[in-house]
T-cell receptor
Framework: GAVVSQHPSRVICKSGTSVKIECRSLDFQATTMFWYRQFPKQSLMLMATSNEGSKATYEQGVEKDKFLINHASLTLSTLTVTSAHPEDSSFYIC????????????FGQGTRLTVV | DAKTTQPPSMDCAEGRAANLPCNHSTISGNEYVYWYRQIHSQGPQYIIHGLKNNETNEMASLIITEDRKSSTLILPHATLRDTAVYYCIVRVVGTYKYIFGTGTRLKVLA
């Protein structure tokens, strides 16, 4: 099946710094990608929809100035956590789907962010 | 809010069939039912999806009731590697934005 790759898989950063997470669709083009966040023992929570060539759409309660999303090409979306704080420590996951109305979205392997 | 409800946990003996139920009583005619699973600290893995007919692939079978208000995912011969959280998701045609519910934590017992 199609592959979505995230990088890095794990990152530790200092409080106040910014961290960029990449999400790539390796063998298909994705005009739309999605970013999720997952806290321990909880379900995935949708953060935003990343649209190629236009602004991302954020879910209610998600700060767009803190979680910057860039979808500059049909195979790459990036999520930047700005001025990270310990409460931003979480598992971040992206997804993407190929063309067609009856297909499935594929998820990246996730990025474990720890802010110290 | 998620449009699905699932039992929080289930156990299944290794080698037996695992039947995971999902309620989606408010599903609309143009919405698909998708199943994914998530093994600890990994991204969700696609299993199967359907609209109104039952579906089968190499991983599982999906049984959708005639009124489409509920479905059951069947893993025919569960193995220890099937231990995971299983998510049932309703998807509106035209978007791949998934709203996850709490899922079912399946534990396969040796």
């Amino acid at each position: 099946g199609a592959v979505v790759s995230q990088h890095p898989s794990r990152v530790i950063c200092k409080s106040g710094t910014s961290v960029k997470i990449e999400c790539r669709s390796l063998d298909f083009q994705a005009t739309t990608m999605f970013w999720y966040r997952q806290f321990p023992k909880q379900s995935l929570m949708l953060m935003a929809t990343s649209n190629e060539g236009s602004k991302a759409t954020y879910e209610q309660g998600v700060e767009k100035d803190k979680f910057l999303i860039n979808h500059a090409s049909l195979t790459l979306s990036t999520l930047t956590v700005t001025s990270a704080h310990p409460e931003d420590s979480s598992f971040y996951i992206c997804s993407a789907a190929g063309q067609g109305s009856n297909t499935e979205a594929f998820f990246g392997q996730g990025t474990r962010l720890t802010v110290v | 809010d998620a449009k699905t409800t699932q039992p929080p946990s289930m156990d299944c003996a290794e080698g037996r069939a695992a039947n995971l139920p999902c309620n989606h009583s408010t599903i609309s005619g143009n919405e698909y039912v998708y199943w994914y699973r998530q093994i600890h600290s990994q991204g969700p893995q696609y299993i199967i999806h359907g609209l109104k007919n039952n579906e089968t692939n190499e991983m599982a079978s999906l049984i959708i009731t005639e009124d489409r208000k509920s479905s059951t995912l069947i893993l025919p011969h569960a193995t220890l590697r099937d231990t995971a959280v299983y998510y049932c998701i309703v998807r509106v045609v035209g978007t791949y934005k998934y709203i996850f519910g709490t899922g079912t934590r399946l534990k396969v017992l040796a």
